[in-house]
């Protein structure tokens, strides 16, 4: 079977939820991509607490909601994700782990509503951290900052964007 991509990296670092609305035309779309993988939200948790520029959940989901309209009513096959982590101690004391947890509700209804596919990443690194996060660390497992992803969560979320890709092409 011949599985032929182009990879088009269109995220920008810093970039929150209405950011990507509004650039959605120029970045994305003038691509004419067959399949999207969404995957914005920890900087509109992030930034609230530590810049004050965060994105408020309804705003967010308004937003995120509008995204994946217009990129279906092109035909798009979307992939929403949940944002990770800010964080990676397994004892729930991660300062912003309740907002994760309720964008990342927000991004799951809004994938079901909408009907697209989902790749639960805050499931997954939450698991992966359960399993190989002993000392409760809160960087240096998948991330080595708490946020960006370290060589081991780049290789997690690469093959479990493909693999989910890959079995949902159609």
Known sequence: MNQNFE???SGI???????????????????????????IGVNDVWHKSTFGTGTDI????????GIIERLSSKGIKVFCCTPACIGEKTDYSNSQDGDLN?????????????????IDFRKVFLAYNLTHNHQNKSKGILTYDGVHLNDIGNELVANLIFQTVIENKN
């Open 13 to 39: 670092g810093g970039n929150k939820v209405y950011d990507l609305f509004f650039r959605l035309e120029k970045d994305v779309l003038t691509h004419h991509p067959d399949i999207v993988v969404l995957w």
């Open 7 to 9: 990879l088009i990296g």
């Open 58 to 65: 309804d705003k967010f989901e308004s937003m995120y909601e």
């Open 102 to 118: 309720e964008y990342s509700k927000i991004i799951r209804k809004v994938a079901e509503n909408q009907k697209v596919g989902l």
